[in-house]
């Protein structure tokens, strides 16, 4: 997983770069200084979201999920854009992504993408000085303490979808993911984040603050995103691979069937 994380940025760089470049030169040439602010902020977003698209889409895939893909065991489908009437606005939003469980359609995973030009929070106004991480500043902000940017917003509107989703369908999501395709804050435990009856306890919440940290953190990010893990699923076993999972003598019985898949 680290090394398809690493291939995927590195890849993103070498081959958007120049690319990127000649955008701008092309749509810039023979403009106005105001004409070209202009058009440069349209680029820039145009690239921002296939920035986000190239990137998160690809992390996702990593972690084994995938957005319309064929029908298949131990694979996570995505629902982009998947439509939730909201119970606090009592209006349709739309979730980025919506990751379910195949067979059962029970929620899995909530993702909301943001601007690759998004920061991280950090505490606002007299409280800066009360958190020293980053899941620390995330907790408080859940529990009313002002962050920085937009945060509070992105925290009330994600707290929407999870209470919304859990509404619906009677089961809370089992994670929650806020990104913009270098920093990643997961909620661990949403029930516990976005409940009106959660603790808000930080350590249910991961953050990796760039890709360097994904580097670092990669078991920890895989373990609490991969869709297996997520699903609570074992995956598949050819013969050769049971030894690794079963140790002979915790083998009480053999049974031989068959199973067709149509």
Same mark, same amino acid.
């Given at each position: 997983? !680290?090394?398809?994380?690493?291939?995927?940025? +590195?890849?993103?760089?070498?081959?958007? @770069?120049?690319?990127?470049?000649?955008?701008?030169?092309? #749509? &810039?040439?023979?403009?106005?200084?105001?004409? $070209?602010?202009?058009?440069?902020?349209?680029?820039?977003?145009?690239? %921002?979201?296939?920035? $986000?698209?190239?990137?998160? =889409?690809?992390?996702?895939?990593?972690?084994?999920? @995938?957005?319309?893909?064929?029908?298949?065991?131990?694979?996570?489908?995505?629902?982009? %854009?998947?439509? /939730?009437?909201?119970?606090?606005?009592?209006?349709? $939003?739309?979730?980025?992504?919506?990751?379910?469980?195949?067979?059962?359609? @029970?929620?899995?995973?909530?993702?909301?993408?943001? @601007?690759?030009?998004?920061?991280?929070?950090?505490? !606002?106004?007299?409280?800066?000085?009360?958190?020293?991480?980053?899941?620390?500043?995330?907790?408080?902000?859940?529990?009313?303490?002002?962050?920085?940017?937009?945060?509070?917003?992105?925290?009330?509107?994600?707290?929407?979808?999870?209470?919304?989703?859990?509404?619906?369908?009677?089961?809370?999501?089992?994670?929650?993911?806020?990104? =913009?395709?270098?920093?990643?804050?997961?909620?661990?435990?949403?029930?516990?984040?976005?409940?009106?009856?959660?603790?808000?306890?930080? &350590?249910?919440?991961?953050?990796? %603050?760039?890709?360097?940290?994904?580097?670092?953190?990669? +078991? %920890? #990010?895989?373990?609490?995103?991969?869709?297996?893990?997520?699903?609570?699923?074992?995956?598949?076993?050819?013969? &050769?691979? /049971?030894?690794?999972?079963?140790?002979? !003598?915790?083998?009480?019985?053999?049974?031989? &069937?068959?199973?067709?898949?149509?």
């Amino acid at each position: 997983f !680290a090394l398809a994380c690493r291939r995927l940025q +590195g890849n993103y760089q070498e081959l958007f @770069r120049h690319r990127i470049a000649e955008v701008r030169a092309r #749509f &810039g040439e023979g403009l106005s200084p105001g004409e $070209r602010a202009a058009a440069e902020d349209v680029i820039e977003q145009a690239l %921002e979201a296939h920035s $986000r698209a190239y990137v998160i =889409n690809g992390v996702l895939g990593a972690l084994n999920w @995938r957005i319309d893909s064929l029908p298949q065991d131990g694979v996570g489908e995505l629902i982009p %854009e998947a439509p /939730v009437y909201s119970v606090s606005t009592e209006t349709t $939003r739309f979730l980025d992504y919506l990751g379910l469980e195949r067979q059962t359609e @029970r929620p899995l995973l909530i993702v909301e993408t943001k @601007r690759p030009r998004s920061l991280l929070p950090t505490l !606002a106004g007299r409280a800066r000085k009360r958190a020293a991480a980053l899941a620390e500043v995330v907790s408080l902000g859940l529990q009313g303490d002002p962050l920085t940017g937009d945060w509070g917003t992105w925290l009330g509107d994600l707290g929407d979808y999870v209470r919304t989703v859990a509404t619906r369908s009677g089961q809370c999501p089992r994670r929650a993911l806020i990104t =913009n395709g270098d920093w990643f804050v997961v909620f661990l435990d949403p029930e516990d984040s976005f409940a009106t009856t959660g603790t808000k306890n930080s &350590g249910r919440i991961l953050v990796i %603050e760039n890709p360097n940290d994904l580097q670092t953190k990669a +078991g %920890e #990010f895989f373990l609490a995103l991969a869709h297996r893990h997520v699903a609570h699923t074992a995956p598949p076993l050819t013969v &050769g691979q /049971v030894p690794l999972a079963v140790a002979a !003598a915790q083998v009480k019985g053999v049974m031989h &069937g068959v199973r067709q898949r149509y």
